[in-house]
């Protein structure tokens, strides 16, 4: 077992012995930005002597789990890791300039991090020794609780990686705020130690581990503690918002829309003194059972197309985070400990349910 990983940013080290070489396949923030936790990552790998090949998208990847754009061609610039600006963008290397694929990361337009995972395994560093894991991340914010893991593109490229027969670790730093350089270089120091550990210590009944470290300056001398996933579900329509309707009480979805030409005020049962149908069943004295958001019995037949854009509120969500049981992912990186959570890649059947089916008659 290799007792370090080598980063192949840069040209390897000469002078020692081949450790485990490892691909990042995505550090990209909402927004289009890269992850400000990437170069310190990275740069933490080099340091312990790890080989790194780094692959991420062009374009903010947020919420696409472990899509691919199958209508889109993919294209990879190499670019030098030093053209990368402090905001997040890149500077476009000049059209006559040669690539240096012992130094440079891979932009790739119209990626994902699934993508970026199978270019990098397969495509784009043909040159370098075999990857040995690939860590997808570090996500700029957490990723706990079901939804978050099965919507994350940090996550997607961990599985993506796993689906290529290897082993994966998604890694987030759990904060969007902007955090001293101090909390940054701490939490790379860690995510390097918990990576290192569960590579030399790896469980074969695991397929990918999960990892969220909390953003504090004392991260090194908290707790790191295997959990389990905290199950969430949706309770309303949240996600998407429809353009040109008023969101009532912070709400998108069926009770943010218009019923009969007048606002859904589902909590409290009436808006701009007319009564909601869907709670005693009348709208404008007419029948109207539940409409579920779609214009009857108004100002005029619906029309044929509505555009919704996307309005997460996710409100709901956080308050159910941080009301989480101990033991969880949530739980534990929320009171400031780092949360490793030990995955397999698969959405598994549920047991004893085989044999016939029996229909009713």
């Given at each position: 077992m290799p007792d370090r990983f080598t980063a192949r940013c840069i040209?390897?080290?000469?002078?020692?012995?081949?450790?485990?070489?490892?691909?990042?396949?995505?550090?990209?923030?909402?927004?289009?930005?890269?992850?400000?936790?990437?170069?310190?990552?990275?740069?933490?790998?080099?340091?312990?002597?790890?080989?790194?090949?780094?692959?991420?998208?062009?374009?903010?990847?947020?919420?696409?789990?472990?899509?691919?754009?199958?209508?889109?061609?993919?294209?990879?610039?190499?670019?030098?890791?030093?053209?990368?600006?402090?905001?997040?963008?890149?500077?476009?290397?000049?059209?006559?300039?040669?690539?240096?694929?012992?130094?440079?990361?891979?932009v790739i337009r119209n990626g994902t991090p699934a993508s970026c995972a199978q270019l990098g395994l397969y495509n784009l560093f043909t040159d370098r020794a075999p990857i040995d894991l690939v860590i997808s991340g570090p996500n700029h914010g957490r990723n706990a609780s079901t939804i978050y893991n099965l919507s994350s593109g940090t996550v997607g490229g961990a599985l993506e990686a796993v689906f290529c027969g290897k082993k994966a670790i998604a890694i987030s730093f759990g904060s969007k705020d902007e955090q001293p350089k101090d909390v940054i270089d701490a939490a790379a120091r860690l995510a390097v130690r918990v990576v290192e550990h569960l590579y030399s210590h790896w469980d074969e009944r695991v397929e990918l581990y999960n990892i969220n470290v909390p953003m504090r300056v004392d991260v090194e001398e908290r707790p790191v503690l295997y959990t389990r996933t905290l199950p969430y579900y949706w309770n309303r329509g949240c996600l998407y918002a429809e353009e040109?309707?008023?969101?009532?009480?912070?709400?998108?979805?069926?009770?943010?829309?218009?019923?009969?030409?007048?606002?859904?005020?589902?909590?409290?049962?009436e808006t701009n003194g007319e009564t909601n149908g869907e709670t005693n069943g009348e709208t404008n004295g007419e029948t109207n059972g539940e409409t579920n958001g779609v214009l009857v019995n108004g100002h005029g037949p619906a029309p044929r197309q509505r555009q919704f854009k996307w309005s997460a509120d996710l409100s709901d969500m956080k308050k159910t985070l941080q009301e989480s049981e101990v033991g969880t992912d949530a739980h534990t990186v929320l009171n400031g400990s780092t949360s490793v959570t030990a995955l397999r890649a698969n959405f598994w059947h549920v047991p004893d349910l085989d044999g016939p089916l029996h229909l009713d008659s």
């Open positions: 040209r390897p080290y000469q002078s020692r012995p081949r450790g485990l070489n490892g691909l990042v396949p995505w550090a990209l923030m909402p927004h289009t930005r890269l992850s400000p936790y990437l170069r310190p990552l990275v740069d933490t790998l080099q340091e312990k002597g790890h080989q790194v090949s780094v692959a991420i998208p062009a374009s903010s990847r947020s919420w696409i789990g472990k899509a691919h754009i199958i209508e889109a061609s993919l294209t990879a610039t190499y670019v030098h890791r030093d053209s990368f600006n402090a905001d997040g963008t890149w500077n476009e290397p000049e059209s006559e300039c040669e690539s240096n694929p012992e130094t440079d990361w891979v040109g309707k008023k969101v009532v009480n912070g709400v998108n979805g069926v009770n943010g829309v218009h019923v009969n030409g007048e606002t859904n005020g589902e909590t409290n049962g």
